[in-house]
C-alpha cells in the first residue's frame, strides 16, 4: 500500500513537472511571436520602424524645405488659395446642413406629439427654441471670405510651426541635403568641420541617399522621396547627447528585447526537451503505471465528441488571447508569476489531455464511430433525417398500413383472449369508420383540385384553389395558383406585347408614310411644264427637307435596333461626366432659347466622372434635350440637375409637358411610341428607346417619372472610382 502511495505521488509530480516545462515552452513561444520583428532584424537600424522614423522626420523636411519655402511669401491671410477657401466654406456648409438636421429631428418628434395633444402653447415654446437653435447654428457655421482666408492662414501657420518645431527640437537627427537642380544646401549640423569629417567624428549611424544597397527595404519610402525631389545626401544618427536621444533608446531597448528573445529560445527549447522526457521515462517505467491517469480519461470520454471539440475550441481562443496579451519574462519575479505560469499549466495539460485521447480515437476507426453516433450533431442529422421523411407521402402510407395491421393484430389477441367477438366488431367498425373519414375528407379536397384544374384549362383564369392545411394536397393546390398566376402574367405579357407591336407597324407606316408621300407629290409637280426658277427652287427644298426627314427616320431605326440587340461596340473610359452634360447643353442652346424656354442647369460637383462611352453617352443626352424642346410648354423653365449619391451619378431632367400625359411611363419607351398621340410633332418616336438602350448597355439605368403635367427623365450611372 505504502509503495502504491509512493507511486503515485512520484506520478503527480513528474506530470505536473512535465507540464510547467512545457508551458514555458509555450509562453516563450508566444512572447516570441508577439515581438517576433525583433529577431526577424539584427539590430534596430535594420528594423521597419527605424525606417517609419526616418521616414516621417524626412517628409518634414520636405515639408519645411519644399512645400513651405518661402513661406512668407506664399502662404498668409492674402495668399489663402480659392481651393482652399471653397474647401473651407465648403466644410462650414456640411457642418451646418448636420446641425440643421439634428435640430430638426430633435425638435420635430416632440413638436408632433404636442400637436396630437393640441397643447399649442407647447408647439409655439418649441417652434420658438428650434427657429432660436436654428438662427444660431447659421451664425456659428456661416463665415464670411475674409474669415475663411484668416482661418485657412491660420491653419497653414499652425501646420508651419509644428514643423519647424519639430525638426528644432529633435537633437537625435541630423542630416545633410543638397538639391541637385538648384545646388542649395539643407543641414543641421554644428560646427565648421565638412559633412565627412562630422560622419567621421559623430556619427553612431548614417543612411546614404540615393541607396546604393537594394537590401535596405526599411528606407525604399524615404529614398523615393529623395529622387523626387532631386535631393542627394546623409541622415545621421549621432553618438552624442546619447542620454537624451530618443534613437539611441530604443537600439538599446531593441538590442536588449532581441537578446531577451533569444535566451527565451533556448529556455523554451530546452523545457520542451525535459518535458518530453519525462513524458517518455513515465512511460517506460512500469511501477509509475497507476489508475490516476485513466480516471481523468475515462470522465473525460463522457463527454459527447462535438461537445468536446466545442470546449477545446473556446477554451483555445480564450487561451490564445489571454497569452499572447501576458507579459511573463520580466523581472523581478513575484507570485503573479507563478499564478500566471498555473493558469497556462493547467491549459497546456488540458491539450495534452486532448490529444493524447483523440490520437487513441483516431486510431480505432470503431471508437471513433461509436464516438460519433454518441454524439449531439448525430443526434440532430438523425432527427432532421426522421423529420424530413416523415413528410414523405409513401412514408405517410407506410405508416397507416403499419398502424392497421399492429391495430389487426391487437384486435385478434384480443378477441382470442377475451372471446368477445362483439368487442373486436366494434374496433374494427370504428377504426374504418376514422380511415374512411380521413380518405373521403383528401378525395373531396382532391375533387375540388380537380375542379380548379379544368376551370383553369376552360380559360378562367381569376379561379383560385382553396389551400388548406400544410398536406402534399395543398401543396399541389399553391403550386396550381402558382403556375396559374405567371400563366396569366405572361399573357396580359404576350398580347400588351402584340399590341405594341400593331402599334408600332402603324407608327412606322405612318412616319415613313408621311414624308415619302411629300416626295411623290413635289416629283409630280416638278413634272409639268411652265415651271418658274423659283417655284422649282422651292420645290426642290422641300424634297430635300423630306429626304432628309426620311433618312432621319431610317438611320434612327436601325440604331434603335442595333443598340437594343447589343450588338454595339462601346469605347469605355473615364468620362467627365458634367463637362459632356454641359457640352449637349451648349450644342443644343440655340434650339432651347428658339423653344422659348429657360434652362436652369445644378450641379453637386464640376467634375463628376463615370466609366462610358463618351459619343453614345452624348447621343443620351442630345436625345433627352431634344424630348425636352419638342415637347416642352413654351415660356416654361427647364431643371437639369446632375448630383453624386451613394457611388452613383444621377442626371434628372424636368420639363413642363405642352400637352396632356394620359400614357403609361413604360410605354413611352417603346420605339415610335410618343406622348403626342396626334404625332403632329417632328422626330422619329426612337429617341427615348435608344436613349434607354444606350444607357442599359453601359451598366445604368433611364427611368421616366410623370406627375400631372411634369415630365420627369432620370438616367443614373455608377461613378468612377478616383
Known amino acids: 500500500m505504502g509503495i502504491k502511495l509512493k507511486n503515485k505521488f512520484i506520478y503527480i509530480c513528474l506530470c505536473v513537472l512535465s507540464i510547467f516545462a512545457a508551458t514555458f515552452f509555450v509562453l516563450s513561444a508566444c512572447d516570441i511571436v508577439k515581438n517576433y520583428s525583433y529577431i526577424e532584424h539584427k539590430t534596430y537600424f535594420n528594423s521597419y520602424e527605424f525606417g517609419q522614423e526616418i521616414y516621417s522626420y524626412s517628409e518634414n523636411l520636405s515639408n519645411f524645405y519644399v512645400y513651405y519655402k518661402d513661406y512668407n511669401d506664399k502662404f498668409g491671410e492674402n495668399k489663402a488659395s480659392k481651393e482652399d477657401i471653397n474647401g473651407l466654406k465648403l466644410f462650414y456648409e456640411d457642418k451646418l446642413k448636420n446641425a440643421q438636421a439634428e435640430i430638426e429631428n430633435k425638435y420635430n418628434n416632440d413638436i408632433q406629439e404636442a400637436q396630437r395633444i393640441s397643447d399649442?402653447?407647447?408647439?409655439?415654446?418649441?417652434?420658438?427654441?428650434?427657429?432660436?437653435?436654428?438662427?444660431?447654428?447659421?451664425?456659428?457655421?456661416?463665415?464670411?471670405?475674409?474669415?475663411?482666408?484668416?482661418?485657412?492662414?491660420?491653419?497653414?501657420?499652425?501646420?508651419?510651426?509644428?514643423?519647424?518645431?519639430?525638426?528644432?527640437?529633435?537633437?537625435?537627427?541630423?542630416?545633410?541635403?543638397?538639391?541637385?537642380?538648384?545646388?542649395?544646401?539643407?543641414?543641421?549640423?554644428?560646427?565648421?568641420?565638412?559633412?565627412?569629417?562630422?560622419?567621421?567624428?559623430?556619427?553612431?549611424?548614417?543612411?546614404?541617399?540615393?541607396?546604393?544597397?537594394?537590401?535596405?527595404?526599411?528606407?525604399?519610402?524615404?529614398?523615393?522621396?529623395?529622387?523626387?525631389?532631386?535631393?542627394?545626401?546623409?541622415?545621421?544618427?549621432?553618438?552624442?547627447?546619447?542620454?537624451?536621444?530618443?534613437?539611441?533608446?530604443?537600439?538599446?531597448?531593441?538590442?536588449?528585447?532581441?537578446?531577451?528573445?533569444?535566451?527565451?529560445?533556448?529556455?523554451?527549447?530546452?523545457?520542451?526537451?525535459?518535458?518530453?522526457?519525462?513524458?517518455?521515462?513515465?512511460?517506460?517505467?512500469?511501477?509509475?503505471?497507476?489508475?490516476?491517469?485513466?480516471?481523468?480519461?475515462?470522465?473525460?470520454?463522457?463527454?459527447?465528441?462535438?461537445?468536446?471539440?466545442?470546449?477545446?475550441?473556446?477554451?483555445?481562443?480564450?487561451?490564445?488571447?489571454?497569452?499572447?496579451?501576458?507579459?511573463?519574462?520580466?523581472?523581478?519575479?513575484?507570485?503573479?508569476?507563478?499564478?500566471?505560469?498555473?493558469?497556462?499549466?493547467?491549459?497546456?495539460?488540458?491539450?495534452?489531455?486532448?490529444?493524447?485521447?483523440?490520437?487513441?480515437?483516431?486510431?480505432?476507426?470503431?471508437?471513433?464511430?461509436?464516438?460519433?453516433?454518441?454524439?449531439?450533431?448525430?443526434?440532430?442529422?438523425?432527427?432532421?433525417?426522421?423529420?424530413?421523411?416523415?413528410?414523405?407521402?409513401?412514408?405517410?402510407?407506410?405508416?397507416?398500413?403499419?398502424?392497421?395491421?399492429?391495430?389487426?393484430?391487437?384486435?385478434?389477441?384480443?378477441?382470442?383472449?377475451?372471446?368477445?367477438?362483439?368487442?373486436?366488431?366494434?374496433?374494427?367498425?370504428?377504426?374504418?369508420t376514422l380511415i374512411l373519414r380521413v380518405m373521403f375528407k383528401k378525395v373531396d379536397y382532391l375533387n375540388e383540385i380537380l375542379k380548379g384544374t379544368e376551370e383553369i384549362a376552360s380559360g378562367n383564369l381569376n379561379y383560385v384553389i382553396k389551400e388548406k392545411g400544410e398536406s402534399h394536397l395543398s401543396k399541389i393546390a399553391h403550386n396550381i395558383n402558382n403556375i396559374k398566376s405567371g400563366y396569366k402574367k405572361s399573357l396580359q405579357s404576350q398580347v400588351k406585347s402584340e399590341r405594341l407591336k400593331s402599334e408600332l407597324i402603324t407608327n412606322v407606316s405612318h412616319d415613313l408614310k408621311t414624308p415619302l408621300t411629300s416626295i411623290i407629290n413635289y416629283v409630280n409637280l416638278l413634272k409639268k411644264e411652265g415651271l418658274s426658277e423659283d417655284e422649282i427652287k422651292g420645290y426642290i427644298g422641300v424634297l430635300d427637307r423630306k429626304a432628309e426627314r426620311l433618312k432621319v427616320l431610317i438611320e434612327d431605326l436601325f440604331e434603335a435596333a442595333k443598340v437594343s440587340s447589343g450588338s454595339v461596340e462601346l469605347n469605355i473610359e473615364k468620362v467627365d461626366v458634367a463637362a459632356l452634360l454641359e457640352q449637349s447643353i451648349a450644342e443644343l442652346d440655340e434650339k432651347i432659347k428658339k423653344a422659348s424656354l429657360t434652362l436652369r442647369v445644378k450641379y453637386s460637383n464640376k467634375h463628376i466622372y463615370a466609366n462610358l462611352d463618351g459619343k453614345k453617352t452624348w447621343r443620351v443626352f442630345e436625345n433627352l434635350i431634344n424630348n425636352i424642346i419638342k415637347y416642352s410648354a413654351p415660356n416654361t423653365r427647364v431643371y437639369i440637375d446632375l448630383i453624386e449619391e451613394d457611388n452613383k451619378i444621377l442626371i434628372v431632367m424636368k420639363n413642363i409637358s405642352s400637352y396632356e400625359m394620359d400614357f403609361d411611363a413604360e410605354e413611352i419607351f417603346e420605339r415610335f411610341k410618343r406622348g403626342d398621340k396626334s404625332r403632329n410633332t417632328e422626330g422619329s418616336g426612337l429617341g427615348l428607346a435608344i436613349a434607354k438602350s444606350i444607357v442599359e448597355l453601359q451598366g445604368g439605368k433611364l427611368n421616366i417619372e410623370i406627375d400631372g403635367d411634369l415630365f420627369k427623365a432620370i438616367v443614373q450611372f455608377d461613378q468612377a472610382k478616383l
Open 120 to 432: 399649442k402653447d407647447k408647439v409655439n415654446k418649441l417652434m420658438d427654441e428650434k427657429n432660436k437653435r436654428l438662427e444660431e447654428v447659421k451664425k456659428e457655421n456661416t463665415k464670411t471670405d475674409e474669415e475663411l482666408k484668416k482661418e485657412v492662414a491660420s491653419r497653414y501657420d499652425k501646420d508651419y510651426e509644428g514643423i519647424k518645431k519639430s525638426l528644432q527640437n529633435r537633437n537625435d537627427i541630423k542630416y545633410y541635403i543638397k538639391n541637385t537642380k538648384t545646388n542649395e544646401i539643407y543641414h543641421n549640423l554644428s560646427g565648421k568641420s565638412t559633412v565627412q569629417e562630422y560622419i567621421k567624428k559623430e556619427s553612431f549611424f548614417t543612411v546614404e541617399f540615393p541607396l546604393k544597397h537594394i537590401e535596405d527595404k526599411q528606407f525604399q519610402s524615404t529614398n523615393s522621396m529623395f529622387k523626387n525631389f532631386s535631393w542627394e545626401g546623409y541622415i545621421i544618427i549621432p553618438k552624442q547627447s546619447a542620454s537624451n536621444n530618443y534613437i539611441i533608446e530604443n537600439y538599446n531597448y531593441y538590442n536588449s528585447v532581441r537578446s531577451r528573445l533569444i535566451k527565451e529560445m533556448l529556455i523554451g527549447f530546452s523545457s520542451l526537451i525535459i518535458a518530453l522526457l519525462i513524458l517518455v521515462g513515465i512511460k517506460k517505467d512500469e511501477s509509475l503505471k497507476i489508475t490516476f491517469s485513466e480516471k481523468i480519461k475515462d470522465l473525460y470520454k463522457k463527454l459527447p465528441m462535438d461537445v468536446n471539440i466545442l470546449i477545446f475550441c473556446i477554451y483555445t481562443v480564450i487561451m490564445l488571447g489571454y497569452m499572447l496579451k501576458l507579459s511573463f519574462f520580466y523581472k523581478p519575479l513575484g507570485i503573479k508569476h507563478f499564478i500566471k505560469l498555473t493558469i497556462v499549466s493547467i491549459y497546456v495539460g488540458y491539450v495534452v489531455l486532448y490529444i493524447k485521447t483523440n490520437v487513441r480515437l483516431i486510431k480505432s476507426k470503431k471508437e471513433f464511430l461509436n464516438k460519433w453516433n454518441e454524439s449531439l450533431s448525430a443526434s440532430l442529422i438523425i432527427a432532421a433525417k426522421r423529420s424530413f421523411i416523415a413528410r414523405n407521402l409513401k412514408i405517410q402510407i407506410l405508416v397507416i398500413v403499419d398502424i392497421t395491421a399492429i391495430l389487426a393484430a391487437f384486435t385478434f389477441v384480443l378477441v382470442i383472449q377475451s372471446h368477445n367477438i362483439i368487442l373486436g366488431l366494434i374496433i374494427g367498425i370504428v377504426y374504418i
